[in-house]
């Protein structure tokens, strides 16, 4: 314990600068799977249509919501550039 509060003014901002590190790693991956969900919904959504499982109007409806939601993303990465 004292150890720990001798070195803390070294290690101290290490560990910050690490856990920032940590935290940025854990928001890419949740944009690059949320990206890799939405390919994978507008994929099985154009699956669903092809085998005659929904009309032309609702797949133009949802083919909309998800390209919408990719378009949202991608501006987002953008901005946070």
Known sequence: MILR???LP???PLEGIL?????L???A??????????K???L???LAFDMGEISEEE????EEEILRAIQEQEEQLKNQE
């Open 29 to 38: 991956n949740a944009e690059i799977d949320e990206k890799e969900n939405l």
């Open 5 to 7: 509060l001798l070195t």
């Open 25 to 27: 790693l854990e928001r």
């Open 40 to 42: 994978k919904r507008l």
């Open 59 to 62: 797949f133009e409806i949802q």
């Open 19 to 23: 856990w920032i590190g940590e935290q």
């Open 44 to 46: 099985a959504l154009q």
């Open 10 to 12: 070294i290690t101290g």
